[in-house]
């Protein structure tokens, strides 16, 4: 039951948080107009060029820095593969804003599990959830529109993984792959953050 109870009561909290916010979550972005509306057009470009089967031409556009076009690069492909299932049936706004909202849940629930793992006291790793998920950072990045930047449950994943992989003989190596691999796909910011930190535990003598 606790499996299920504690991350409906992340939900619940970020739904709580945000409760103004709700009513335009098909209708405008929550936060950062300027960021969240680059993320819009990338979602949608993107979008289009799947669904037309053309990637090829993804790449490059005349649609900004018109006539002349420019070369495009991809802010977050983790946010991507996440968005476009979402962009298709829901439109940009909304897979904007759901993984916007989504990412506080992820953030709190991916903390517990780290806590718990560390100290085994479910209490105390509740409030590390609650206190991570609405940490300044996190607040400000969601504020920003940085959507990219408000994945940080993607450090306390891949440090959890790489915890279980050295107590336990190398067991799950890969979901510890491939916490790496969507921290180092996710942003920039909480990649080197994970790099560090896992540099340090895993310098760190053995529990």
């Known amino acids: 039951m606790r499996r299920l109870g ?4 992340f939900i619940l909290l970020t739904l709580i948080a945000n409760k103004d916010l709700l009513a335009f979550l098909g209708a405008d972005h929550l936060a950062g107009s300027w960021v969240s509306g680059s993320f819009f057009w ?4 993107f979008g289009e060029r799947l669904r037309s ?6 790449w490059f556009t005349r649609d900004i820095l018109f006539p002349i076009g420019t070369r495009l690069i991809v802010e977050s492909p983790l ?11 829901l439109g940009a706004a909304r897979a904007f ?3 916007w909202l989504a990412s506080y ?3 709190g629930w991916a903390m517990y599990a780290l806590a718990l793992r560390l100290t085994s006291n479910a209490r105390a790793s509740f409030v590390a959830g609650f206190l991570f998920m609405f940490s300044h950072y996190s607040l400000t990045q969601h504020r920003l529109g940085h959507l990219h930047e408000t994945m940080i449950f993607l450090l306390p994943l891949l440090l959890l993984r790489l915890i279980i992989f050295r107590q336990e003989d190398g067991k799950g190596y890969m979901l510890l792959l491939a916490a790496a ?6 942003s920039p910011y909480i990649a080197a953050s994970a790099l560090i930190a896992g540099a340090v535990l895993l310098a760190a003598e053995p529990a």
Do not use: V
């Open 53 to 58: 089967g053309d990637l090829a031409s993804a």
């Open 79 to 89: 946010a991507l593969a996440l968005a476009l299932p979402l962009e298709r049936w």
């Open 6 to 9: 504690i991350p409906a009561a």
């Open 181 to 186: 691999a969507a921290a180092g796909l996710g």
């Open 97 to 99: 804003n759901l993984l």
């Open 42 to 45: 990338e979602f949608s470009w």
């Open 105 to 107: 849940p992820a953030a």
